[in-house]
């Protein structure tokens, strides 16, 4: 019960470290601070660019003053009569709209005569045919807002307002729903008048230069302006009525005629691109001043005038391309309002994807503190896979973006944090049983070493000195070559700890031999030559009572109890092992057992000096033990002398069963 509460009580502390990263995601999904913005605007051109793009439709079509046109009439900008020919042509050949992505700020000083120039009234000016030519119809001016903070002077120009009706059908934010421009750069009234509709040209790029999302809705002292290709619509579809819908401070829609328009809440539209640069069909303007120009091409359509010609040009990157043609802006935005497949952010977007956060982090947060780290991050993998996977299927089929960005970041920031954590709690864990182990280890040891004492005080504190010296032979000889790699830090511990058991089985011999004051006869020398056989099988009961297997500490412990009275001549007991086949702890125990047996008073034989077991020791060097034992014990001996002499300052009693 105390390891389930406490195994319950670790996964909730590792769910807990999940839930916080969460749910602080979800409060920046709510939020959506601008340094993650530039982050943001990348997931959704990855999602765009793997989407499969829409061919644009066949009611849009760009007139471009290319190269080829500079080089056959002229260099730009052309004589505004040359411009009032290319419009009539256009309107001839039965162009729906045209819209003039080009702007007639100042009047005409051309006076020349081009190849195409000759004026069809002599005698009137360049802006007066151009102008005569507008009223005919069916055209749109462009031109400019300006956002510059500083007072300028200001400047006559005829724009066409649209007459906007707002519904507010969210809580009133107080924000206006639109930019606020502080004036215009404008062709001449007089072709404005004579034009009867515009709209501005303005798209600005996003803070990293990608252009994605275009302004629909201008205000200019107090009245709101369209853009471009929205004039250019509403013209040719004839739309008469247009309202403006305010869900909430991140979205709108725009109505025109029996078309909704999704848009942000500043009224931008994303620009839902149909490829690469050049989708749209360019017609040469020199091909259509000079006649060459199928029938039909501008049959109904809306015709965008602009230039490209190097020099004349304006280019902006999008998520598809990075020289992106200004007039095809445009173009692009009148297909999307002509085909009404918008890309659009949910109106709850935001909520959405918080949801989203909480919904995947919470799920990964128990799959984690439940499973572990790798069913988690197999989840988070699938969950992540599944949620790219579902927004990239949204925005191209559906045309709504969902960003997965920060449900991605909060189940990955959760993942973290909880691999961090359980590790951290696994860690602690298995100190604690570490140290629960090493007490147990200590417990059992000390209470086999008690049970050898009460049978026999005088071998209980021969197991205890030997304790000490050992650690101090064991760590000189681990600074040898041969023996580096075994005598580690932990081993020699080990053997520290576990040397007091060498002497176990001496539980097991009677009474009479164990505590004889002489010397022992063959029969009880051959008794009690069986304490290293009888120790070890005390150990391997104790294994097979518990269900212990291949445990390093007891193999240890056996090594210790079962060859300390093996020879390195092979002479030893119990099975007359032969140099390296003695397991090093048991090589090292022979000598510590001799040492201490040789200095210690006994109840059947006298003590000998340091430096006479010393001598003995050494004597027995390549037969008795292992001589790179002795020439370790030969440099520790001082520090054994110290032990023994601190063992020698307090009385040792006899057996507890001597008479």
Known sequence: MRSQSARATRRRLVFLCGLIP???????????????????????????????????????????VDERSLSTIGQWPWRRDLIGRLIARLRDMGASTIALDIIFAEPDRDSGVGRFGARSSPGIAPDDELARTLRGGRVVLGYGMTFDAAARAPRA??????????????????????????????????????????????????ADGILRRVPLLVELDGRVYPNLALAAVAASTGAREVGLRIWNVNASSLIVGNR??????????????????????????????????PVGTFGGKIVLVGTTALGTREVVATPLDTLFAGVEVQATVADNLLQQDFISRSRLGTTLESVAVLVLGVAVAVLVAAAGIVSGVLGVASGV?????????????RGVFI??????????CALAVMTLAKFTVERRRAENAGRDKTNAQRLMVQTLLSLTEVRDAETGLHSRRTQQYARLLAEQLSTQPGFRDYLTAERIDLLSSLAPLHDIGKVGIPDHILNK????????????????????????????????????????????????HERWDGTGYPRGLRGAEIPVVGRVMAVVDVYDATVTRTLYRPSMSHDDAVKFIVGGKGTHFDPAVVDAFISVAPALRSVSHEADRYPQPRSLFAP
Request: glycine share 8%; hydrophobic share 45%; aromatic share 8%.
């Open 157 to 206: 120009c005829v724009l066409h307002p649209v007459g906007l009706v707002t519904l507010q059908a969210g809580e009133d934010t107080g924000d206006a729903a639109y930019f606020r421009a502080s004036g215009a750069v404008c062709s001449l009234p007089m072709l404005a008048e004579a034009a009867g509709a515009s709209g501005f040209m303005n798209a600005a790029p996003d």
């Open 403 to 412: 960003s997965p960005l920060f449900p991605t970041i909060g189940v990955m």
């Open 385 to 397: 896979a599944a949620l790219w996977s579902g927004a990239a299927w949204l925005l191209a089929a």
């Open 260 to 293: 909704s328009v999704p848009l942000d809440g500043k009224s931008n539209l994303l620009v839902r691109y149909r490829g690469k640069k050049r989708t749209f069909p360019y017609v040469s303007a020199a091909d259509v001043l000079s006649g060459q120009v």
């Open 517 to 564: 004051p002489g010397a022992l006869t063959e029969e009880e020398l051959a008794e009690m030559r069986k304490h290293p056989v009888l120790g070890r099988d005390v150990i391997l009961k104790a294994e097979q009572q518990v269900g212990v297997r291949d445990d390093a500490i007891l193999a240890i412990a056996k090594d210790i109890v079962y060859t300390h």
């Open 22 to 64: 969460v749910l602080f995601t979800a409060v920046l999904a709510l939020y959506r601070p601008t340094w993650l913005a530039r982050l943001d605007n990348a997931v959704y051109d990855s999602l765009l660019r793997s989407a499969r793009t829409r061919p644009p439709g066949d009611r849009v079509v760009i007139v471009d």
